[in-house]
């Protein structure tokens, strides 16, 4: 209905997969492959590459677009930006997962938590982003969200942060609306010439 063609990735290490999910490490390569694949299809327009990512996969998004991933537009839903803050407010199993993916806690491995986080290096964010988020997000706060829309403005950067009254985190209760909104970033920023 939409003519997308929607590629997604399997991290290494999920569902039986080989090598070992690392939630923002080496792992990203499993994103960033993505486009040389998506360009080699032969039913695709290489020129109209655009990347939606929700919870993990959004801050996944926020790193394939900090490494220059050559896409048009991004659109992250219930989107990880500070993985510290994460690591902070939730709880020990939240935390114990954090801690085998990463190996190890904010406090040890601080540059790797910072690395992942969009928070620390909002001026690599230059490219139209859609941040949309659930006032009632409980699994990522909308704090996060909002720090980084406020430094996306201060860079001057295009962007538009959407916060849902009473939303969860994936916006399920939301959901036309989110879709709408996301067909519409894309459609808007797909003909744009990148820098």
């Given amino acids: 209905m939409n003519n997308y063609v929607v590629i997604a990735s399997q991290y ?3 569902d039986g997969g080989e090598g070992q999910e690392e939630f923002g490490g080496m792992d990203i390569n499993d ?3 993505l486009i040389p694949l998506a360009k080699s299809l032969s039913f695709t ?8 990512g929700y919870s993990g996969g959004g801050m996944m998004s926020y790193i394939a677009i900090k490494n220059k991933i050559g ?3 991004g659109a992250i839903v219930g989107g990880v930006t500070d993985l510290i803050q994460l ?3 939730r709880g020990p199993d939240m935390k114990n997962v954090l801690i085998e993916l990463i190996g190890g806690t904010p406090t040890t491995k601080e540059n790797e938590y910072k690395n992942r986080s969009a928070v620390y290096w909002p001026e690599k964010l230059n490219l ?5 988020h659930g006032e009632n997000d409980w699994k990522v706060n909308v704090t996060q969200v ?3 829309a406020v430094q996306l403005n201060q860079l001057g950067y295009t ?3 959407i916060v849902y009254p009473n939303g969860d985190h994936g916006l399920s209760t939301h959901s036309i609306l989110r879709d709408r909104e996301i067909l519409n970033w894309f459609s808007k920023y797909q003909n744009e010439k990148l820098d």
């Avoid at 327009?45 to 939606?52: G, P, T």
């Avoid at 139209?128 to 949309?132: H, K, N, T, V, W």
């Fill in 12 to 14: 290494r290490g999920t």
């Fill in 146 to 148: 909002q720090k980084l």
């Fill in 45 to 52: 327009d290489s020129s109209k590459i655009v990347m939606l």
């Fill in 87 to 89: 690591y902070n407010e």
């Fill in 31 to 33: 994103v960033l492959n």
């Fill in 128 to 132: 139209p982003i859609l941040i949309l």
């Fill in 159 to 161: 962007h538009k942060l």
């Fill in 71 to 73: 896409i048009k537009a």
